[in-house]
């Protein structure tokens, strides 16, 4: 039995790391989508960047007030900034320079702003930014003018709440409330707003899970069209009457999907680290550079094990539904159509998690989300993150549990002549 | 006295439809047996609960004396079933197919090795072996699934239309094959085919299967003299008319 097992596993992983179907769909395209994602996404944040920190602005100073170069004076400071300066053109002209230099931004100071402002008379200025792509690029492009002109607002309000009321901290006037945030978890104080925490688990407790479903539909569709190609390439009749147990053919099937499950998770997970890293090296954002350790949050050494055994059952589980489905079915098309029923449950929980806690829903909508061992999978990380190891161990016992029923069924029915006679009904005069 | 197969009034239902009636025969150690009759009138379906792969409604088949309910396992080591429209696996070779073949009936390298090489003598495919299967023409194909089923010198071949669907190169090779090879390794065979000529040349006795019963059984030559026919052809249409 246990070299059967050997012998029909090897066959089974030759033949799906031979259909280039399965090499290139499932282990090269995903791995090249994430990196290609990964290089797009350096480029465009590096453009942004480059708009953003060079800036390129052609000035329109009908002013020509002391205002108005300091304004044209801390511009030009910028490191990498390159200003155009015109006087005495039109708009329209000024466009049309801005357009033959590739400027994406021109600043118009229009005459007596500085006055106005001295005189405490709301000043203007303009700011226009050519869309030429309709880019994020572009639209980045006026950050410094803009971040320039807020700085120079506040000096304007702070100094005249100076001049104005002397005793007085213009900070406080403007301020006088400050709301500081905390959030307490697991019992401990963190000085993080709730917002920021809730984004933070989610992006580390959701977007996983979500692209290992992503593996998972792949390696089910796989699952059950290894099945269905044996109907479909009529070597099912001769399998099934060689001295080996249809138990075993069934397994043999579902550890050679499970090898594949892993080998496309970890080709997807090894791109997606890099995608991950690129994207937080070119785009520093502080947020995203809080850990779940810093937010108190961070995930044991138990809680790691659990959640990874979690995966791997859910993953089993998944595959032998996905296989005992296949086995009803006459043809691949139709097992992918029937493993296509299967995805809208996996679908369910995951759009439950995302938008609530699975715990705030009542109890007969709960009972049948847990039914689902898709459900664990997007629990695990937040059980594990709050150390709710119990739940995490309910999960595994479950998804074992249903993992061998299924299975029994499975090879129950593969067992049972029915597995044939789907064939049989439909090319009934053909004895 | 045991009998390589013994069917007693086998009856086979799909649902309301009757599809074999009280069939029965009895197949002698090391003979060919061949099953006739027209499309639909049962020949796969006794094949298929013979090969274990279907359940029989009613009735006792044996093989080697062995139950096909209850001893299925124990039968499936001592047969070899090659159906009628058989694949392969297309992704190995022809020797990877083989040696996967083998290596479930035996752990014994050797004698692993001995099939195979059998095999290659039986197929006669020489160094196409080495390419993939899905590269092989249906005639190849069927070569390769003969020598699969041969290769393991199973007490009882079950072959499904051997020939069906084939030039007459390929299905020339494919009766001198069976008629050759299960006569030197007295391998006991129980085939279905709708070639007459087929029939005649290879099968020591032949059953006529029509609407699911057995309407005449004999040896081909007893047959054409007691309808004083030319050929079983004529046999079978005479039999099927009046049946």
């Known amino acids: ?431 | 006295m045991i009998f390589a197969v013994e069917v007693d009034r086998l009856n086979k239902f799909y649902g309301k439809f009757h599809a074999l009636k009280d069939v029965s025969f009895k197949v002698y150690v090391g003979e060919i047996y061949g099953l006739i009759g027209p499309n639909g009138a049962g020949k796969t379906t006794t094949l298929r609960i013979i090969s274990t792969l279907l359940l029989p409604s009613s009735g006792i088949i044996k093989v080697f004396g062995m139950d096909v309910v209850n001893d299925a396992e124990k039968i499936k080591g001592i047969i070899s079933y090659l159906p009628e429209e058989a694949g392969a696996y297309k992704y190995l070779t022809g020797y990877e197919y083989l040696h996967f073949m083998a290596s479930l009936y035996t752990n014994d390298k050797t004698r692993i090795k001995e099939m195979i090489e059998e095999a290659e003598v039986i197929c006669g495919l020489g160094e196409r072996l080495k390419d993939r299967i899905g590269t092989y023409s249906k005639g190849m194909l069927r070569r390769l699934l003969v020598a699969r089923s041969l290769m393991i010198h199973p007490k009882l071949a079950i072959l499904d239309e051997p020939t069906a669907g084939l030039d007459v190169i390929h299905s020339h090779y494919i009766r001198n094959i069976i008629r050759d090879y299960v006569k030197k390794h007295n391998i006991t065979v129980i085939m279905s085919s709708h070639n007459m000529l087929e029939v005649e040349y290879l099968c020591d006795r032949v059953s006529l299967i029509h609407e699911g019963r057995i309407v005449l059984e004999g040896s081909p030559i007893d047959l054409k003299n007691k309808f004083s026919a030319d050929n079983l052809e004529e046999v079978f249409s005479r039999v099927v008319k009046y049946a």
């Not at chain 1, 769909?25 to 290609?36: H, N, T």
């Not at chain 1, 100094?159 to 401990?188: A, H």
């Open chain 1, 1 to 431: 039995m246990h070299n059967v097992l050997i012998n029909i596993l090897k066959k089974e992983v030759k033949e799906m790391l031979r259909d280039p179907k399965i090499l290139i769909g499932m282990i090269i395209v995903p791995f090249l989508v994430m990196v290609l994602m990964s290089g797009i996404m350096n480029f465009v944040m590096s453009s942004v960047k480059e708009y953003a920190l060079n800036p390129k602005v052609l000035i329109l100073d009908y002013d020509d007030s002391l205002l108005s170069k300091v304004i044209i004076d801390s511009l030009n400071s910028q490191p990498g900034s390159r200003i155009t300066l015109l006087h005495d053109v039109s708009i329209e002209n000024a466009i049309q320079k801005a357009l033959e230099l590739g400027f994406p931004i021109i600043m118009v100071i229009p005459k007596g702003f500085g006055y106005n402002v001295s005189m405490g008379i709301r000043g203007t200025i303009e700011i226009y930014t050519i869309m030429s792509t309709l880019s994020l690029a572009e639209s980045s492009a006026s950050s410094i003018p803009s971040s320039i002109i807020e700085f120079l607002k506040s000096e304007i309000v702070y100094n005249r709440i100076k001049t104005l009321i002397p005793n007085v901290d213009p900070n406080v006037l403007l301020n006088p409330i400050e709301k500081v945030d905390y959030s307490i978890v697991k019992g401990d104080i963190v000085k993080v707003p709730p917002q920021i925490i809730s984004s933070i688990v989610m992006s580390q407790s959701i977007f996983i899970p979500i692209i290992i479903m992503v593996i998972f539909i792949s390696a089910m569709q796989f699952a059950s069209t290894s099945i269905a190609l044996e109907k479909e390439y009529k070597t099912l009749e001769t399998l099934l009457t060689l001295p080996v147990s249809r138990f075993t053919i069934l397994l043999a099937k579902l550890i050679c999907s499970v090898i594949l499950a892993i080998l496309g998770s970890a080709s997807f997970m090894i791109a997606y680290t890099y995608y991950f890293h690129s994207i937080t090296t070119s785009f520093s954002i502080p947020t995203i550079n809080l850990s779940l350790s810093d937010i108190g949050l961070s995930i044991t050494p138990l809680g790691l094990a659990l959640i990874v055994l979690t995966l791997f059952l859910s993953m089993v589980s998944s595959l032998v539904l996905a296989l005992l489905v296949a086995t009803f079915a006459e043809d691949v098309r139709s097992a992918q159509t029937l493993v296509g029923y299967l995805y809208f449950v996996m679908i369910i929980p995951m759009f439950v998690s995302i938008y609530t806690d699975l715990s705030m829903l009542p109890l007969p909508l709960q009972m049948v989300l847990y039914i689902i061992p898709y459900t664990y999978t997007l629990a695990s990380p937040k059980a594990a993150m709050l150390e709710n190891y119990g739940f995490l161990v309910i999960g595994i016992i479950y998804m074992t549990v249903f993992s061998i029923i299924i299975l029994y069924v499975a090879s129950k029915f593969f067992r049972s002549e029915k597995v044939l006679t789907a064939k049989i009904s439909i090319r009934r005069f053909k004895r």
